[in-house]
Nanobody
Framework: QLQVVESGGGLVQPGGSLRLSCTVS????????MGWFRQGPGKEREAVAS????????NYADSVRGRFTISKDAAKNTAYLQMDSLKPEDTAVYYC???????????????WGQGTQVTVSS
């Protein structure tokens, strides 16, 4: 059974940092392109970052470029999202998923984890 489990969320002050983890099971992380997504209160789910399996190329949404960094550790079958200089508007539930390519077609994402809540507030 293919599964992803997100963790690492929490409450952080504006300007702070968090690192999210996405541990996968049932498949080999290095065989798939991976993406991080978020859904803020009252907003649609959006893709924020991706990492391409074939060459490690990364992509970012304009709203997070320069502040977020996606990476992975194949030995741990885990992907990460390092989030720095956090803003209140980054508050959302964050999800990871396998993707086909970037930009991401949300309708073609096969399965989702339960997500992890990130709240940026003073």
């Amino acid at each position: 059974q293919l599964q992803v489990v997100e963790s690492g969320g929490g409450l952080v002050q504006p300007g702070g940092s968090l690192r999210l983890s996405c541990t996968v099971s049932g498949f080999i992380l290095d065989d798939y392109n991976m993406g991080w997504f978020r859904q803020g209160p009252g907003k649609e789910r959006e893709a924020v970052a991706s990492i391409i399996a074939s060459d490690g190329r990364t992509n970012y949404a304009d709203s997070v470029r320069g502040r977020f960094t996606i990476s992975k550790d194949a030995a741990k079958n885990t992907a990460y999202l390092q989030m720095d200089s956090l803003k209140p508007e980054d508050t959302a539930v964050y999800y990871c998923a396998t993707i086909e390519t970037w930009p991401v077609n949300l309708g073609r994402v096969d399965f989702w984890g339960q997500g992890t809540q990130v709240t940026v507030s003073s």
